[in-house]
């Protein structure tokens, strides 16, 4: 609820907004399509948890629900949901990057220690002290996801036309089970999934990692069962779904999941919410394309490879003997920190078939899904892939994975996979050894939540970061 001059201006402000919103999907209106500022009236819908008497304002100067109770409101309270969808990626996607082998962090000032830099080491105890007292930077962002959508679906059942109801809903459902896959997959084991009911925050017992999939799994299946014909947002669900299911190593149900998503399917996120990706922080403190990150990370810089476009930008300030990885790129995925993200498409369902069929001991399906995406999810086309034999079959699927999804907020879920579904040693998956900073790499495989920040608002959290 914010400040306002009158109800009937208030009206007039909504639809002014959603005259400039581009939605994800089919609209009220064909005119709002265009974006809205996440600083606006919808954005101030998304109520987080740290709010009490959530429905109980009283100030006539104030907007009240009633304001809202019409069209051009139901809609207006899904936008603050999706503006707060758009603003959790930021944070989320940077920091995972940075913690696994996507990013590569260097800095001309090695005595001043930066959360980039506490990311880049896995240095998750300082990671935990750097963030005391304050809001937790993946956590905080993807609950305000839930609480905003709890506060939002209410009116959008009682005022949203009948003709797009179950499009809305379904809409909010799948951004909610994005949020808690995201978690899920980030996240070390313990974490909150706080929410608002009934007009209430409540408060979660801690969750496992995959107790977390499951709820993701429940939660995109309302989704799928409100949506009906709204066929992009049945998308992005299914798709959410078959992420999830793969995470728990339910590769068959995965498969059945993403069945019906083309290939060209794409769901991103609005322009303008700042992905932290552009290169800017070159010549003095550069994050730069992974390239062989303390030893085992990926080659996304020196492979050459178009979907992880770069170019040269400089040489460590602090050198290696290694002068591969010394040589720092900049990405060229995105043309700028306003550039939009794709969080689910048709290409990461091949994906999910293939490694379906990977597991289901296929390799004629596994090699022809991917090299379906080689010839038309990119231009030019690629050259196919060849088998490489049952010993390298699985290290192929998760380079094209990580190729194909690269900042994207998959890497960190895909690296989890790779040590607790098929058992691979830590060092051979996450960078190791002795970063060039001269600070040892930590052990941690998942991003800490902030236990300071989760146990003061949740009584049910008493204990911070489970074992893996």
């Known amino acids: 609820m914010i400040p306002m001059l009158s109800p009937s201006d208030m009206t007039s402000m909504i639809v002014r907004l959603l005259t400039r919103h581009r939605s994800h999907g089919r609209t009220v209106r064909p005119a709002s399509r265009r974006l809205i500022s996440r600083t606006t009236v919808v954005g101030a819908i998304a109520l987080t948890m740290g709010c009490s008497g959530l429905l109980t ?76 007292g304050s809001n937790d930077p993946i956590l905080g962002p993807l609950t305000r996801i839930l609480s905003s959508s709890s506060v939002a679906l209410p009116g959008i059942r009682a005022d949203a036309p009948a003709n797009v109801r179950n499009e809305y809903v379904a809409h909010l459902y799948a951004l909610r089970g994005f949020a808690i896959v995201q978690m899920a997959e980030t996240l070390c084991p313990g974490f909150p999934i706080n929410d608002i009911r009934d007009g209430a925050p409540y408060y979660s017992m801690p969750f496992s990692t995959d107790s977390a999939f499951r709820y993701a799994v429940a939660t995109l299946d309302t989704a799928l069962a409100a949506g009906h014909d709204s066929t992009r947002f049945l998308n992005l669900a299914r798709v959410l779904k078959g992420r999830a299911l793969t995470d728990l190593g339910e590769w068959a149900l995965a498969a059945q999941a993403v069945a019906e998503v083309p290939t060209d399917f794409t769901y991103q996120t609005d322009e ?55 040589s720092l790129h900049k990405q060229l995925k995105y043309e700028s920190n306003q550039s939009p993200v794709t969080v689910a498409s048709g290409v990461e369902a091949r994906l999910i078939e293939a490694e379906a069929a990977l597991n289901a001991n296929d390799p004629t399906t596994w090699l022809t899904k991917l090299n379906e995406l080689r010839d038309v999810a990119i231009a030019p086309v690629m050259p196919h892939l060849v088998d490489p034999g049952s010993a390298t079959r699985v290290d192929t699927m998760f380079k094209e994975r990580a190729f194909w999804l690269y900042l994207t907020g998959h890497r960190l879920g895909d690296m989890r996979r790779l040590i607790h579904k098929y058992n691979r040693a830590v060092n051979t998956v996450y960078p190791s050894g002795t970063h060039p900073l001269g600070i040892p790499y930590g052990p941690a495989t998942s991003i800490p939540f902030i236990f300071s920040n989760a146990s003061q608002y949740n009584p049910h959290i008493t204990k911070g970061c489970a074992p893996e």
Do not use: C, K, W
Not at 63 to 85: E, I, Y
């Open 57 to 132: 304002v009283t100030d006539p100067t104030l907007v009240q629900d009633s304001d809202l109770a019409n069209a051009a409101g139901a809609n207006a309270r899904r936008l603050g949901v999706v503006s707060q969808f758009d603003a959790s990626i930021s944070t989320a996607f940077g920091q995972i990057a940075l913690f696994t082998d996507e990013r590569m962090y260097d800095t001309q000032f090695p005595l001043s220690v930066t959360v980039n830099q506490l990311l880049d080491t896995r240095d998750t105890a300082a990671f935990q002290t750097y963030y005391a």
């Open 272 to 326: 303008g919410y700042g992905i932290p990706f552009d290169g800017s922080t070159f010549p003095r403190q550069p994050q730069a394309v992974g390239n062989r990150d303390g030893g085992a990370g990926l080659p996304f810089a020196s492979a050459n490879d178009p979907r992880v476009p770069s170019v040269f930008v400089q040489m460590r300030i602090h050198r290696t003997a290694d002068t591969v990885s010394d």
